[in-house]
């Protein structure tokens, strides 16, 4: 008996031992993740102090082309004068390592009105001192050229009809003792904008470029207009700026979008907006507005902008419909086999993703795969940076890409497929690979055509205007002024695009009053590229 209790505490023992090791490689490897866990968190931390207090620029080695700063702008504009403003004779040497440019004066004058101010010589000073003859006036000296800046005014034009009768006809109304007023013409008055309104073209012109352009909300506006002495409200701003945007930039906006359906390579980006006023949501739930744009194709570039309540990847199959060709976006997957389109991903956001995941302590360790990842990045951007400043043509680029970018992507996939499993999915470069190859069949379709694009900063920089406004702004009220906002957008970008004054071009469609019965050939002169656009919206805007 004694011999078998103690071979069953002996039993017990060791089960009891097996029992332990069992909880204390549960224990190890639920602080091995409570390690991992706080390592991760300790990285995120980083990640926001360096987003917070750290440099906004993400430049390298090389930086991506297109990608600019929204920050520090007075500084960096101001740092690149180093020479006084130009005299009449001079010029503006800028020097790089491409190239020297050369600006006349006249030529950053061009296009400014200039009035002439002469100063007079004083009578008491028109004596001779030597010989007290009277002096004659022999010409002008060129003394030099100021800025003159004249504020805006409001006023009020009162608009009348001629009238004009018929002598014989009213001495036969007359005698018939009955007047009938038949012997009046009058004088055909253009419609107004906005039936029973004084608001006109300029005035609408103005408030749009104000809030779309230079992201100034209404409600500063009014207090703008207050100081021109008119008392026009926020709201009244609001409706009008609607009703002119549903009214007349409609024709325009969906012939846009259809010349737009008709390219072959598109570029794509998306971003919230608050709606207040949508059925059965609530205020504080995000809806989104759309940037579609045509691809860097050497045709003239066309901004469209749409709104929708979600981000379903059905809308942006309704917004691409009978679109076939490239689509170069970030890495939302709502894009993902949209029917007649090859997707093609940008690398910027694969190169942010490294960027974002090197330590603040690994900078210049190129050992670190971080600071690898965004090596190979920087390579392929500066390939794209060569064809680009040899203007290479699409086919030229092409065979250059085939050659130097092609090996190039082949060693990234490799050196890709080595680090996958190898880091935890929650830190940041778990993070920078996993996204990596997720969207892998995608980042080399570029490859495919020398007309495509290796990143979407093109659709960033286009979408960025809205998203500062929105900084400004904050909402939409209702999902009126979102549509509205969306096609007021959609035409100052365009007028942007093409180079033309931005006011003018508002100016310009709101007084040809586009209808739907417009044909295309009659909206195709309404184009920002057209000669009548070109012509009548030049830099400077006069009324």
């Given at each position: 008996?004694?011999?078998?209790?103690?071979?069953?505490?002996?039993?017990?023992l060791?089960?009891?031992?097996?029992?332990?090791?069992?909880?204390?490689?549960?224990?190890r490897k639920?602080?091995s993740?409570?390690?991992?866990?706080i390592?991760?968190l300790?990285?995120?931390?980083?990640?926001?102090q360096?987003?917070?207090?750290?440099?906004?620029?993400?430049?390298?080695?090389?930086?991506?082309?297109?990608q600019?700063s929204?920050?520090?702008?007075?500084?960096t504009e101001?740092?690149?004068v180093?020479?006084?403003?130009p005299?009449a004779?001079?010029?503006i040497?800028?020097?790089?390592?491409?190239?020297?440019?050369?600006?006349?004066?006249?030529e950053l004058?061009?296009?400014v009105?200039?009035?002439?101010?002469?100063?007079?010589l004083?009578?008491?000073e028109?004596?001779?001192?030597?010989?007290g003859?009277?002096?004659?006036?022999?010409?002008?000296?060129?003394?030099?050229d100021?800025?003159?800046?004249?504020?805006?005014?409001?006023?009020?034009?009162r608009?009348?009809?001629e009238?004009?009768?018929?002598?014989?006809c009213?001495?036969?109304?007359?005698?018939?003792?009955?007047?009938?007023?038949?012997?009046?013409?009058?004088?055909?008055v253009p419609?107004?904008?906005?039936?029973?309104?004084?608001?006109?073209?300029?005035?609408v012109?103005?408030?749009?470029?104000?809030?779309?352009?230079?992201?100034?909300?209404l409600?500063r506006?009014?207090?703008?207009?207050?100081?021109?002495?008119?008392?026009?409200s926020?709201?009244?701003l609001?409706?009008?700026?609607?009703?002119c945007a549903?009214?007349?930039?409609t024709p325009?906006?969906?012939?846009l979008?259809?010349?737009?359906l008709k390219?072959?390579?598109?570029?794509a980006?998306?971003?919230?907006i608050?709606?207040?006023?949508?059925?059965?949501r609530e205020?504080?739930t995000?809806?989104?507005?759309?940037l579609?744009?045509?691809?860097?194709?050497?045709?003239p570039?066309?901004?469209y902008?749409?709104?929708?309540?979600?981000?379903?990847?059905?809308?942006?199959?309704?917004?691409?419909?009978?679109f076939?060709?490239?689509?170069?976006?970030?890495?939302?997957?709502g894009y993902?086999?949209?029917?007649?389109i090859t997707?093609t991903?940008?690398?910027?956001?694969v190169?942010?993703?490294?960027?974002?995941?090197?330590?603040?302590a690994?900078?210049?360790?190129?050992?670190h795969?971080?600071?690898?990842?965004v090596?190979?990045?920087?390579?392929?951007?500066?390939?794209?940076k060569?064809c680009?400043?040899?203007?290479?043509?699409?086919q030229?680029?092409?065979e250059y890409?085939?050659k130097h970018?092609?090996?190039?992507?082949d060693a990234f996939?490799e050196?890709?497929?080595?680090?996958k499993?190898r880091?935890d999915?929650g830190?940041?470069?778990?993070?920078?690979?996993?996204?990596?190859?997720n969207?892998?069949?995608?980042?080399?379709t570029?490859l495919?055509?020398?007309r495509?694009?290796?990143?979407?900063?093109?659709?960033?920089?286009?979408?960025?205007?809205?998203?500062?406004?929105?900084?400004?702004?904050?909402?939409s009220d209702?999902?009126t002024g979102?549509?509205?906002?969306?096609?007021?957008?959609?035409?100052v970008?365009?007028?942007?695009?093409?180079?033309?004054?931005?006011?003018a071009?508002?100016?310009y469609?709101?007084?040809a009053?586009?209808?739907?019965?417009?044909?295309d050939?009659?909206?195709?002169k309404?184009?920002p590229?057209s000669?009548?656009?070109?012509t009548?919206?030049?830099?400077?805007f006069?009324?």
């Amino acid at each position: 008996m004694a011999k078998g209790g103690q071979e069953l505490q002996i039993r017990e023992l060791m089960d009891t031992m097996k029992e332990l090791r069992i909880t204390i490689e549960a224990l190890r490897k639920e602080l091995s993740a409570k390690d991992k866990t706080i390592e991760n968190l300790q990285e995120q931390v980083a990640y926001f102090q360096k987003k917070l207090f750290g440099k906004s620029s993400e430049k390298h080695a090389v930086i991506c082309e297109g990608q600019i700063s929204l920050f520090d702008e007075v500084e960096t504009e101001a740092a690149k004068v180093t020479e006084p403003e130009p005299d009449a004779e001079e010029e503006i040497v800028t020097f790089s390592k491409s190239r020297k440019s050369k600006t006349r004066k006249e030529e950053l004058l061009a296009g400014v009105p200039v009035t002439e101010k002469v100063i007079p010589l004083p009578e008491s000073e028109r004596i001779c001192e030597r010989c007290g003859a009277e002096l004659k006036l022999s010409g002008k000296k060129f003394i030099r050229d100021e800025w003159t800046f004249v504020p805006a005014k409001m006023k009020v034009t009162r608009i009348y009809a001629e009238t004009y009768y018929c002598p014989e006809c009213k001495k036969e109304s007359e005698k018939k003792d009955s007047d009938t007023g038949n012997y009046l013409v009058t004088a055909k008055v253009p419609e107004a904008l906005i039936p029973h309104s004084m608001t006109t073209e300029a005035v609408v012109g103005h408030v749009m470029y104000q809030k779309y352009a230079n992201a100034v909300p209404l409600y500063r506006q009014e207090k703008d207009w207050e100081q021109y002495g008119a008392i026009l409200s926020r709201n009244r701003l609001a409706q009008w700026v609607n009703i002119c945007a549903e009214k007349y930039f409609t024709p325009v906006y969906e012939y846009l979008h259809r010349l737009l359906l008709k390219r072959e390579f598109l570029m794509a980006d998306e971003t919230r907006i608050q709606v207040l006023k949508e059925t059965d949501r609530e205020p504080e739930t995000n809806s989104f507005i759309w940037l579609f744009r045509s691809g860097e194709d050497e045709l003239p570039p066309i901004i469209y902008y749409g709104y929708t309540e979600t981000r379903s990847k059905y809308n942006a199959e309704a917004f691409l419909k009978g679109f076939n060709g490239y689509l170069m976006t970030d890495g939302y997957q709502g894009y993902n086999n949209l029917p007649g389109i090859t997707r093609t991903c940008c690398w910027a956001h694969v190169r942010r993703y490294f960027n974002d995941a090197v330590p603040q302590a690994k900078k210049l360790d190129y050992a670190h795969p971080a600071i690898q990842g965004v090596i190979y990045c920087d390579k392929l951007f500066e390939i794209e940076k060569h064809c680009r400043e040899h203007l290479y043509s699409p086919q030229k680029r092409y065979e250059y890409r085939l050659k130097h970018a092609a090996p190039l992507l082949d060693a990234f996939w490799e050196w890709m497929d080595h680090l996958k499993g190898r880091y935890d999915a929650g830190s940041r470069l778990g993070k920078a690979v996993q996204y990596v190859m997720n969207r892998k069949p995608y980042l080399n379709t570029y490859l495919k055509d020398g007309r495509c694009s290796l990143s979407n900063n093109a659709a960033e920089n286009a979408i960025r205007p809205f998203c500062v406004g929105r900084r400004n702004w904050l909402f939409s009220d209702t999902p009126t002024g979102a549509h509205s906002s969306a096609k007021v957008y959609t035409m100052v970008e365009m007028a942007k695009a093409h180079n033309l004054n931005v006011e003018a071009y508002l100016v310009y469609l709101l007084k040809a009053r586009p209808h739907p019965k417009m044909t295309d050939e009659e909206l195709e002169k309404l184009m920002p590229w057209s000669h009548d656009a070109i012509t009548g919206c030049a830099k400077v805007f006069e009324e």
